[in-house]
């Protein structure tokens, strides 16, 4: 059996099966990184990213290239690690 998550639909939660949500894998994955480093409260390296969001080294690294081009990250040059941006 599938667990029940909530889905939102004008405004009010429904507890659905997972099987009647589609997910985009990539979106997910980028919310995966974003929680992590709020969760994390300190910079983190794309090492400690991949390792802590359980994804390849490559399509961590292409998400959060992606989120820092966007500004929702920034990329310290001294560390090479990665903090919240300014949006």
């Known amino acids: ?8 639909v004008y405004g009010v939660t429904y507890m659905t099966d997972t099987a009647d949500i589609r997910f985009v894998r990539s979106v997910d994955r980028a919310i995966d990184v974003l929680e992590q480093i ?3 409260g ?3 390296s794309l090492s400690e990213i991949f390792r ?3 994804t ?3 399509t961590t690294l292409n ?4 989120l820092a081009h966007r ?3 920034e990329l310290d040059p ?3 690690k990665y903090r919240a941006g300014p949006i």
């Open 1 to 8: 059996l599938f667990d029940a998550v909530p889905a939102i």
């Open 38 to 40: 709020a969760r994390n």
């Open 42 to 44: 300190r910079p983190m």
């Open 52 to 54: 802590a969001v359980n």
């Open 56 to 58: 390849p080294k490559s």
């Open 63 to 66: 998400i959060v290239r992606t």
């Open 71 to 73: 500004r929702i990250l």
């Open 78 to 80: 001294e560390t090479k």
